[in-house]
């Protein structure tokens, strides 16, 4: 970009489309330029798993992520997930940034978290704080976390698709259900 702006994603880079490899591809050639940044999301560490042979559920989008791998030629598929696997595994749990008055997390970051690296911070950032009950989808009930959030930093995540992007207590989620018939959103 001719300012030196870089996009950052903020996650699910996989299962949430029709050329989830072309993504993967973009994703990480953008990085590699130095154009972009990534933080990964609770769907990328999934096909990360299920990339080291891991057992995992194929549910949510995975079975077509892995149709469309599957759809590669072995030759070229096979080096891709690995580069894919490296990539993925390799991103840090959140961004912090501007001297830490933003923060990019998928599923969003308390302020105490902000900055440190732990498996409970990575575990925060990527699955979010769930009650450990599930809703009528089967999915895990999620705790409002930036209802509470006061802190310093401007919080950007997604994870959990919202109707319109909205400022709540210093924070944004921008996932606005795209994948699901909702509006891609992004912040500037």
């Known amino acids: 970009h001719p300012d030196g702006r870089r996009d950052i994603f903020v996650g699910d880079l996989v299962d949430?489309?029709?050329d989830t490899p072309g993504v993967q591809?973009?994703?990480?050639?953008?990085?590699?330029?130095?154009s972009a940044l990534a933080v990964p999301g609770n769907h990328d560490m999934k096909l990360v798993r299920r990339l080291m042979?891991?057992?995992?559920?194929?549910?949510?989008?995975l079975a077509e992520t892995l149709a469309q791998l599957e759809a590669m030629p072995d030759r070229v598929r096979?080096?891709?997930e690995e580069e894919v696997r490296r990539f993925l595994d390799g991103l840090v749990s959140h961004l912090w940034l501007d001297e830490g008055r933003l923060?990019?997390?998928?599923?969003g970051l308390k302020e105490e978290m902000q900055g440190r690296g732990s498996g409970a911070?990575?575990?925060?950032?990527?699955?979010?704080?769930?009650?450990?009950e599930t809703d009528a989808f089967g999915l895990p009930v999620r705790l409002d976390w930036a209802a509470e959030y006061r802190g310093r930093a401007m919080v950007v995540y997604g994870h959990t698709p919202t109707p319109i992007a909205e400022w709540i207590n210093n924070t944004i989620c921008i996932?606005?259900?795209?994948?699901?018939?909702?509006?891609?959103?992004?912040?500037?």
């Open 53 to 61: 042979g891991k057992d995992v559920k194929v549910a949510h989008g």
């Open 16 to 18: 949430r489309g029709p």
């Open 121 to 132: 911070v990575r575990a925060f950032a990527t699955f979010g704080e769930a009650t450990g």
């Open 103 to 107: 923060v990019v997390a998928h599923a």
């Open 175 to 188: 996932d606005t259900g795209c994948v699901f018939g909702g509006k891609l959103t992004a912040l500037r």
């Open 25 to 34: 591809r973009l994703v990480m050639d953008m990085a590699a330029a130095g």
């Open 78 to 80: 096979r080096p891709f």
